[in-house]
């Protein structure tokens, strides 16, 4: 019975452990979201783990659809490529913070979380003028010693309403994931990487057009957070 009883607790605490580090509604590491505001037709499409060589195809297809996004970046790919990262913002776009090096921080110390969204935060402060308030942890996995980081840095965290799985299913079936999973401050996350290239921006072609026949139109995070009175 003793032994019975200690699995029963063990499992319980496994099943809480994932439910913090990787459910979209978990708080337990640090502020986070995983949509927006009800209260109107709006979509926040987000880009993780650029800038890309791909980046300024992707911002072309956005603009030709007066679309506005919200990109969430690693410093080193910012550091890599400023002047497209300088781009995504020039077009009024908004920048996240999606690490250094896209770095694993579970089993990390706080320390380590904490220098790898600071370098971030500052390499994308410095180079496109932007100092991000919102943070995405890379594969959506958060860790102890998030929330002290998010709190220094200012950030709150960003999960999402629909993952597209851009890196495993070809683009006809990410843009009908996504479109079935369109609401009122629905969040999408896809991926602006050399890896995902064709498949996010054959998507978004897709996607973008389906919805805006829904009556949908497209914000930034941070403005589909907030209340429209």
Known sequence: MFIES??????AAAG??????????????????WRGAGDRASIALTFDDGPSESTPELLRVLESHGARATFFQCGMHVRRLPDVAR???GAGHEIGNHSDTHAHLYFR???????ELARAQDSIAGITGQTPTLFRAPYGARWFGLR???????LLGVMWTAIGRDWKLAAPAVAVRLAGAARNGAILCLHD????????????????P?????????????EILCPKN
Do not use: N, W
């Open 16 to 33: 809480l452990m994932s439910y913090a580090v990787r459910s979209r509604s978990s708080s337990l590491f640090g502020p986070s979201v």
């Open 87 to 89: 781009q995504v913002a």
């Open 148 to 154: 002290a980081a998010q709190r220094k840095l200012g």
């Open 193 to 208: 990487s050399r890896a995902t290239a064709g498949t996010c921006i054959d998507a978004v072609r897709r996607l973008i």
């Open 109 to 115: 110390s706080g320390r380590a979380i904490y220098d």
């Open 210 to 222: 389906s919805l805006l026949e829904k009556g949908y139109h497209f914000e930034t995070v941070s």
């Open 6 to 11: 200690m699995g029963g607790v063990a499992c």
